[in-house]
């Protein structure tokens, strides 16, 4: 929308997780059921009402033409943020909508602003041993006995990890656990732990790795895992499951206009604060250093839950929102 030289992204994913038990749910997850002014469903709150949100309010900014703001305005839809957060969005900011200078991420932030996030690995650590009878233990070696005080020094790493005062505590935590092994009478001979690690300010991959590697010693093997997986046109963007941490200034141009914004879309003044999960700001911010900030309708709570949720009136106050940035955006000299 608009064709001035400063670019701002809205960026908002399309796709989600799964349903899991579906009995567990109160209602159909994609019967897109409102009640009491709520839109009930799968995605509802992460992400699709934010998609629903920008396309709307890129209608009201080309009807408004963009309230004399010199700039265009980019309304993108990503795919496979639950697979891979910002895999998509900095392939559209490298290779389609270079030179962006201004992101905004729908993700839920309960119509408050927000300025970014820990950063997050995923890794494997795995303990080999030697196959045997499981009738006789001690002929052989056991990979998943192996594996037991390292799990246990994980947990205490947890506690001993940094904290900072806006992002929080970094953690790490076991996700997964599973072992090779002939049968269930056999001694197993290879074990594999997989990883959650969460990182805070001045944690890096580098650290991360150096305190696990430190924990398991010479008793197994870290890694770094990997994803390959083909998006649904077929391309593949191998990248390592590193997500790098980021938190934009609070004194920073862009969060000033993203209160602005607030202040004349909701007739208040937004709390400014940080997401809990991770979101495509990991590629936008944390990878290629462009200022991001994030709004969005309902809670993180209701993301992934089978109460997943998006008060509609949230959806109209997102619209009025994103439609009044470009101007505030315009006002603070975030891009120009």
Not at 205 to 221: C, I, N, P, T, Y
């Amino acid at each position: 929308i608009g064709e001035g030289d400063a670019k701002i992204v809205l960026d908002a994913h399309m796709d989600t997780v799964g349903v899991g038990d579906r009995s567990a749910w109160p209602h159909d997850p994609f019967e897109g059921k409102v009640e009491n002014g709520i839109v009930f469903g799968r995605g509802a709150s992460d992400n699709k009402g934010a998609v629903a949100a920008q396309v709307y309010a890129g209608r009201m900014m080309a009807e408004r033409e963009l309230d004399g703001a010199g700039a265009t305005v980019y309304v993108v839809g990503t795919v496979m943020e639950e697979d891979c957060d910002g895999l998509a969005l900095q392939y559209v900011l490298t290779e389609i909508l270079t030179g962006a200078e201004a992101v905004i991420l729908g993700e839920c932030t309960d119509l408050d602003v927000y300025r970014g996030h820990r950063g997050r690995m995923e890794l494997v650590v795995t303990t080999r041993g030697e196959s045997a009878h499981a009738s006789a233990p001690e002929r052989g070696r056991n990979a998943v006995t192996a594996m037991a005080p390292i799990i246990l020094e994980i947990d205490a790493l947890n506690q001993r990890l940094a904290r900072h005062e806006v992002l929080g505590k970094g953690s790490i935590a076991v996700s997964k656990i599973d072992c090779e092994t002939a049968s269930l009478n056999a001694i197993p001979d290879r074990c594999r732990v997989f990883i959650d690690r969460r990182l805070t300010e001045g944690e890096t991959r580098a650290s991360a790795l150096e305190e696990l590697e430190r924990v398991v010693g010479d008793k197994g093997v870290v890694e770094v895992l990997a994803y390959a997986e083909p998006s649904h046109t077929g391309l593949i963007r191998e990248t390592e499951k590193y997500y790098p941490t980021w938190i934009l200034d609070e004194d920073h141009p862009l969060v000033a206009a993203g209160t602005e914004a607030g202040v004349i879309a909701l007739g208040r003044e937004p709390r400014v604060g940080r997401w809990t999960f991770s979101t495509n700001g990991v590629a936008s911010a944390g990878r290629l250093g462009i200022p991001t900030i994030g709004f969005g309708p309902s809670e993180e709570k209701w993301a992934h839950s089978v109460l997943d949720q998006c008060p509609v009136e949230h959806l109209v106050k997102s619209i009025a929102y994103y439609a009044a940035l470009p101007a505030a955006i315009a006002s603070k000299g975030v891009a120009s």
